[in-house]
C-alpha cells in the first residue's frame, strides 16, 4: 500500500508539472464520460475519415464503455481452513493474488507513462485529434480501473492474514512427510539444473556446428525443463510455508530460518516481474509472528536474524555493478575498497619521503639531490604499486588496460606528447644525475641559477635576483645546458680589459698579477694546472686587449657578477697606480686636402 501511495503521489505529481509547462488541453468531458455518452459520440464519428481511424475510435470507445460498466466491488468470504491440504490451498490463492496485484502494479505504471505521452502530444497538435483524445481517456480510466483493483487485492491479502493467523493454532501439520517433500523438491530442482547447464552447453556446441536442427531441440528441452522446475519451484514454497507455519505454531526459533530461505528462495527464482510478491510475503509472516509470538519474542528471534538480513541488503546494493569497464562489473564495494586502498597508499607515499627526509638531515653521506631522488623515485613506485593493486581488486585484466592503452595510444600520442616526454624526461635527469639539487646551471645568458627542485615534470631554478623559475624537464635533455658545479665548486673566470697602445705588453701582465697576488682573496685556487695568468687577446681599435684568468673555487662562483667586479675594481686600481693609461673609444681623422679660402686661427 506504502509503495502504490508513492507511484500515485509522483504520477499526481508530473502531472501537475506537465500542467505548469505544457498547459491543459485535453477534453475533460471525454475523460469523465458514461457509457451513455460514449454511445452518442460513436454514433456522431466522422464517417468520411479513413476506416483505420473510424475502427480504431470505435475500439476506444467500447473499451471505454467497458470501463464505465465495469464494477470492482467485490465480496469475498475466506473459509477458515480446518486441514493441511486446505491451509495449504488458501497460501496458493494468497500467492496468485500477490503476482496478479503485480501484474496490476506494472500495468499501472506502463499506463502512467502513456498518459504523459499522449498528454504532451495532444499539447503539441495544432488542432484536436479525437483519437488521441480517447486514448488519453482510456489510459485514465484504465489507471483508475488498476489503481482501484490493487487497492481490492490488498483487502483479499489482509483478509487472507486473518484467517491464516486464527487458523493456525488447530492445524494439523504432518512435519515429516512436509519435510521429505521439500528434500524430494530440492533433489529435482537439483537434477533439473544440472540437466539444464548440460543442454545450455550443448547449445553452444550446436551453434558453434552451425546444427540449427539440433539447436531448437536443445531449445525446446530447456523450455520443457523451466516449466518443470516452476512446478517444483512452487511446490517447494508451499511445504516451506507449511514447514515454517508448524514452527511457528511450535514457538521454535526454526521459525526465523524458514522464513529467511523462502524470501531468499524469492528472490532467487522469482520472476522479476513479480516486484511486490517478495513484500506481500513478508508482511504475511511479519503478521504472523506478531499475532503467534507477540512483539517482545519476535523481537528477540529476528533482532539477529534482521541485523543479518539488513547486512546482507546493505551487501547486495553494495555489490550491484553501476557500471562496467570493459565488460568488468564494478561496485560501490570495490571502489570503496579500491578508495581506501589509494589512500592508504597515498599515506605510504607521504611517509616514505617524510622517513628519507629525516634519514637524510641525519646522515651526512646523503646529499640532498641523492634525498630526492630516492624520494621522488620511491614516492611515484609507490603509486605505481597501489594503481596497480587498486585494478587487481577492482577485476580489471591488465590485458584490457593494455588495449584501452593502445587504443588511447594516438590521444596520447598528440594530446599529452609534453607531458609524457616531460615525464620521461625528468626520470633520465634523475637517473643520470647531470642535474642536481644544489646545482648552479645556466640554460642561456638571461637564465641561470640554482636547482632547488626536481620533480617528475619539472625543475625549479632559484636565481641571484630570488626568481623561481620553472623550467620543463624536456628542455634540459634536448637543449644545452651549462652546469657550473657539476662535479666541483671550481670555476675560471675570464675579465677582459684593454690599455692604451704604447704600454708594454709585459709591464702590464706583471702589474696584473702583482696585483691579484697581493689582494689576497681566498677564494683563488691554484695548482700546477690551474693558475692565474693574464694573457694579451688582441689589438682593437683602440686599446690593445687582455684577459686575466683566474681560478676560484666555494661559493663566490654562483655569484659571476659580483666576483666579476672584484676583479676588475683590482685591475683598474692596479692599472692607476702604475700609470697605465685605460683607453676610451677614440678616432683619428686624416685630411688629405683643404679649401685654399678656409682660414686657421
Not at 490451498?89 to 504523459?116: A, D, I, P, T
Request: net charge positive.
Amino acid at each position: 500500500m506504502e509503495i502504490l501511495m508513492i507511484y500515485r503521489f509522483i504520477f499526481t505529481f508530473l502531472l501537475f508539472m506537465q500542467q505548469l509547462l505544457y498547459g491543459v488541453d485535453i477534453n475533460d468531458t471525454i475523460v469523465s464520460g458514461d457509457k451513455i455518452f460514449y454511445s452518442k459520440l460513436e454514433k456522431n464519428l466522422d464517417k468520411n475519415q479513413t476506416s483505420d481511424s473510424l475502427n480504431l475510435q470505435q475500439t476506444l470507445l467500447v473499451k471505454l464503455k467497458e470501463f464505465s460498466l465495469a464494477n470492482t466491488e467485490e465480496n469475498i468470504s475466506i473459509a477458515v481452513p480446518t486441514t493441511q491440504e486446505a491451509y495449504q490451498g488458501m497460501f496458493e490463492h494468497y500467492l496468485k493474488e500477490s503476482m496478479q496485484k503485480s501484474n496490476y502494479h506494472n500495468q499501472l505504471l506502463e499506463n502512467q507513462q502513456n498518459l504523459l505521452l499522449m498528454k504532451k502530444q495532444i499539447h503539441n497538435d495544432k488542432q484536436m485529434d479525437l483519437t488521441k483524445q480517447l486514448f488519453y481517456a482510456y489510459y485514465s480510466k484504465n489507471i483508475n480501473f488498476l489503481t482501484k483493483q490493487i487497492e481490492d487485492i490488498n483487502k483479499h491479502l489482509l483478509s487472507y492474514q486473518k484467517s491464516f493467523i486464527s487458523s493456525l493454532p488447530n492445524i494439523v501439520f504432518d512435519t515429516k512427510k512436509n519435510q521429505t517433500s521439500l528434500e524430494a523438491y530440492n533433489a529435482a530442482l537439483k537434477k533439473l539444473n544440472e540437466q539444464e547447464k548440460v543442454l545450455e552447453l550443448k547449445i553452444k556446441q550446436s551453434k558453434l556446428m552451425n546444427n540449427e536442427k539440433s539447436l531448437e531441440a536443445f531449445k525446446k528441452k530447456i523450455e520443457q525443463i523451466k516449466k518443470e522446475k516452476y512446478k517444483y519451484f512452487r511446490q517447494k514454497l508451499f511445504v516451506s510455508f507449511l514447514l515454517f507455519s508448524k514452527s511457528l505454531q511450535d514457538k521454535d526459533k526454526k521459525t526465523f530460518n524458514y522464513k529467511k530461505s523462502m524470501v531468499e528462495f524469492i528472490e532467487k527464482h522469482h520472476e522479476a516481474k513479480y516486484t511486490l510478491v517478495k513484500a506481500d510475503l513478508e508482511e504475511l509472516f511479519r503478521a504472523m509472528e506478531l499475532k503467534i509470538l507477540g512483539n517482545i519474542k519476535t523481537f528477540e528471534g529476528e533482532s539477529f536474524e534482521e541485523v543479518k538480513i539488513q547486512l546482507y541488503k546493505v551487501w547486495g546494493i553494495a555489490n550491484q555493478p553501476l557500471f562496467y569497464i570493459n565488460k568488468t562489473p564494478l561496485s560501490i564495494f570495490k571502489l570503496l575498497i579500491a578508495l581506501f586502498i589509494f589512500v592508504i597508499g597515498f599515506f605510504i607515499a607521504k611517509f616514505y619521503k617524510h622517513y628519507i627526509h629525516n634519514l637524510a638531515s641525519r646522515s651526512r653521506s646523503v646529499t640532498e639531490s641523492t634525498q630526492t631522488l630516492l624520494s621522488n623515485l620511491g614516492h611515484y613506485f609507490i603509486f605505481l604499486i597501489t594503481f596497480f593493486v587498486v585494478l587487481n581488486v577492482l577485476g580489471i585484466d591488465l590485458s584490457s588496460i593494455a588495449l584501452v592503452a593502445g587504443a588511447l595510444s594516438v590521444g596520447i600520442g598528440f594530446g599529452l606528447q609534453n607531458i609524457i616526454s616531460n615525464f620521461v624526461s625528468g626520470i633520465i635527469l634523475m637517473l643520470e644525475r647531470s642535474v642536481k639539487i644544489g646545482d648552479y646551471i645556466e640554460i642561456d645568458s638571461n637564465t641561470r641559477g640554482r636547482v632547488t627542485d626536481i620533480k617528475m615534470r619539472s625543475i625549479t631554478v632559484n636565481t641571484n635576483s630570488n626568481i623561481d623559475i620553472t623550467i620543463p624537464n624536456q628542455s634540459l635533455i634536448e637543449n644545452q645546458v651549462i652546469n657550473w658545479s657539476m662535479n666541483d665548486r671550481i670555476k675560471r673566470f675570464e675579465i677582459p680589459f684593454g690599455v692604451a697602445y704604447g704600454t708594454s705588453p709585459q709591464k702590464v701582465i706583471e702589474v696584473v698579477l702583482n696585483a691579484v697576488e697581493e689582494a689576497d682573496c681566498k677564494n683563488i685556487f691554484k695548482t700546477k694546472e690551474r693558475y692565474t695568468r693574464v694573457v694579451m687577446t688582441g689589438m682593437g681599435d683602440s686599446s690593445v686587449n687582455f684577459e686575466l684568468f683566474v681560478w676560484i673555487a666555494g661559493k663566490e662562483i654562483f655569484y659571476p657578477k659580483r666576483t666579476t667586479s672584484k676583479f676588475l675594481i683590482i685591475i683598474y686600481d692596479a692599472l692607476y697606480a702604475n700609470g697605465i693609461e685605460i683607453p676610451f673609444p677614440q678616432q683619428d681623422i686624416h685630411i688629405r686636402s683643404i679649401d685654399g679660402s678656409i682660414k686657421f686661427k
